[in-house]
């Protein structure tokens, strides 16, 4: 069996890429330029918030459980958005969501009582939620199917990138006053008016398709069990990793580095991993990042007192996790369309704010017994069964295939 090239792969994944540019919908387009410059303000939120809580003195109890008002927000509003947007349209209820977000970063920015922001963060949580599924939903229904994989590893390239600059901007001008929100704000009057624009290539869902969102369970398992655990993945790894190498008596900085490392790994491997799953099939690949996820768990507990090895294991480990949501959209493109589609994106979208709140207490109460070792353990579990779940059992269930595997 001949080896593949890397420097030819490399070539190759570049040029489709300048060519899919090119070809792309001016609906997919704008929808992943909006998306990613609205998570700028989304990654920005989270330090920020808990920074400005911090310094009115709150306790970190209550710090965190006014951060799982978000999760929760996307977890009520989720299963409720296939009927709102049939009622009254994607593009009414993304433009709409941005607006009720750019309100929200006001009244945040101007009412700095915690009690006030339990609600405010929660409404922030159903704001976010309506501009991801309906974007999401977007991406997909326009992607051509034998480009999806890169089109979707690209939206989750620059969703990501988004959601990294976000932190590094509260480092630049720093968490004080009203400049924060206001960059925040300015985000989503970028984003706002690219979906204004592009109201004629984005598509609506016929209002006369119906699906449950429950009901979806039942036809996609695997893929919520992939969203799942990237979801849990970068929820546990964004909140606790700083204090696991700390427990190895790491420098915060250094710490603070290694996050870094991996959030740039997960932001430059994405398009990669979808130009394979153009390529092979999904469900192996899936299984082979879930597995070598759990590879990385193993290595990270070896690697952390020290060695170099630490840094590239670091770089892939993130973006192999993290590529399990990618296969997972990619997947839910190919085989669902309209109202389906949008309730598959919905049910991810629950799945995410589920992972959101439990990710972190499991780990966290994981790490308070076993130590630091905790939290791989945790990891690797998870992702465990989702690499021999992805060994035996299909992607997904429905009688509409389009691109077969």
């Given at each position: 069996m001949q080896l593949l090239d890397g420097r030819k792969i490399g070539v190759e994944i570049s040029m489709h890429n300048i060519a899919d540019i090119k070809n792309m919908n001016p609906g997919i387009i704008a929808s992943i330029a909006a998306i990613g410059i609205f998570c700028l303000t989304t990654g920005l939120s989270y330090p920020l918030f808990a920074l400005i809580l911090d310094s009115t003195g709150t306790s970190i109890g209550l710090i965190g459980l006014n951060a799982a008002m978000t999760p929760l927000g996307i977890i009520v509003s989720s299963p409720l958005i296939p009927l709102l947007v049939r009622h009254f349209g994607a593009w009414i209820m993304c433009v709409a969501g941005l607006c009720l977000a750019a309100v929200?970063?006001?009244?945040?920015?101007?009412?700095?009582?915690?009690?006030?922001?339990?609600?405010?963060?929660?409404?922030?949580?159903?704001?976010?939620?309506?501009?991801?599924?309906?974007?999401?939903?977007?991406?997909?229904?326009?992607?051509?199917?034998?480009k999806r994989g890169r089109i979707i590893g690209l939206y989750n390239t620059i969703a990501a990138a988004g959601f990294a600059l976000g932190p590094l901007a509260i480092a630049v001008i720093g968490s004080h006053g009203l400049l924060p929100f206001l960059v925040g704000i300015g985000g989503i009057l970028m984003a706002l008016p690219i979906i204004v624009m592009a109201r004629d290539h984005l598509p609506e869902f016929d209002d006369r398709e119906k699906a449950s969102v429950f009901s979806f369970f039942f036809m996609a398992p695997l893929l919520l069990l992939a969203v799942a655990a990237a979801a849990l993945f970068e929820q546990v790894v964004m909140s606790l990793f700083p204090i696991y190498s700390l427990r190895h008596g790491i420098a915060e900085n250094t710490g603070s580095l290694m996050l870094t490392v991996l959030i740039v790994g997960n932001v430059l491997l994405q398009v990669p991993i979808g130009w394979l799953a153009d390529r092979y099939s999904r469900r192996y690949l899936l299984s082979g990042m879930a597995f070598g996820t759990v590879a990385g768990c193993i290595l990270l507990v070896w690697l952390i007192e020290g060695s170099i090895l630490i840094w590239p294991m670091l770089f892939v480990w993130g973006a192999i996790a993290f590529g399990a949501y990618t296969i997972a959209l990619i997947d839910l493109g190919d085989r669902f369309s309209g109202a389906l589609l949008l309730a598959g994106n919905s049910v991810f979208g629950l799945m995410w704010g589920f992972s959101g709140i439990i990710g972190p207490s499991i780990a966290g109460v994981t790490m308070d017994i076993m130590g630091p070792s905790g939290l791989p353990l945790t990891l690797g579990i998870l992702f465990g069964a989702l690499g021999i779940a992805a060994s035996l059992m299909p992607l997904s269930k429905t009688n509409r295939i389009v691109f077969s595997r």
């Open positions: 929200l970063l006001v009244l945040l920015a101007v009412l700095r009582d915690v009690t006030i922001w339990f609600l405010l963060r929660f409404l922030f949580g159903v704001a976010i939620t309506v501009i991801f599924i309906t974007s999401e939903t977007w991406i997909n229904q326009l992607a051509q199917p034998e």
